[in-house]
């Protein structure tokens, strides 16, 4: 079935650097790609939607300068924390989908520590 | 936008016996209903999906129900297992057409607990 994969599983870092998160979809072609953020005991918050070739569209809140997102392919979306801090901790989670109207598929998320 | 409510958010139940989640939505607008389940750590995992045009669907020991009317719909595990110990969501879609589409709202989880 779809394996999504994301990378790295664990990012533990200084306060102002800037962390990338790769999510690729291994055996399809993910037109669309999520971004999910998720607090401890919490549900999942979308952050942004991502097309393959086109800016990403993020939700109310999110700081788009913050959180930059690149889907280059049809196959990879990255996700960049930029200059971190404390508050950014958090378990981020990518979903990839063949078509918007498509079952998304999760990756395995990415613990992120700002230190 | 859509709301989407999840109940129970604790549910313990005896190997073998049935549990069943239930989530309310609010937009008539939504016509796509995914459950994922999440073990600690991971990502969550689609384990069953209904569309509007559906009322029921089954897999196995895992069954979907959707009462449009009322807007809300079920989840039903029988049978269960202690591996079926984990955090449930439930979420909701809209349809064509609109900034919302394809974007998934999520209840907020239920955390189910199987007793050998």
């Known amino acids: 079935g779809a394996v999504v994969s994301q990378h790295p599983s664990r990012v533990i870092c200084k306060s102002g650097t800037s962390v990338k998160i790769e999510c690729r979809s291994l055996d399809f072609q993910a037109t669309t790609m999520f971004w999910y953020r998720q607090f401890p005991k919490q549900s999942l918050m979308l952050m942004a939607t991502s097309n393959e070739g086109s800016k990403a569209t993020y939700e109310q809140g999110v700081e788009k300068d913050k959180f930059l997102i690149n889907h280059a392919s049809l196959t990879l979306s990255t996700l960049t924390v930029t200059s971190a801090h404390p508050e950014d901790s958090s378990f981020y989670i990518c979903s990839a989908s063949f078509t918007e109207n498509q079952p998304q598929h999760f990756g395995d998320g990415t613990r992120l520590s700002i230190l | 936008g859509e709301n989407v409510e999840q109940h129970p958010s604790t549910l313990s139940v005896q190997e073998g016996d049935s549990a069943v989640i239930k989530c309310t939505y609010s937009?008539?607008?939504?016509?796509?209903f995914p459950w994922y389940k999440q073990e600690l750590g991971k990502g969550p995992q689609l384990i069953i999906d209904i569309r509007s045009n559906v009322g029921e669907k089954k897999d196995q020991r895992i069954a979907v129900t959707l009462n449009k009317t009322a807007k809300h719909f079920s989840l039903h595990i029988t049978e269960t297992q202690p591996e079926d110990s984990a955090v449930y969501f439930c979420a909701a879609s809209m349809g064509a057409g609109g900034t919302s589409y394809g974007k998934l709202t999520f209840g907020q989880g239920t955390i189910l607990t199987v007793h050998p």
């Open positions: 937009d008539s607008a939504s016509n796509y």
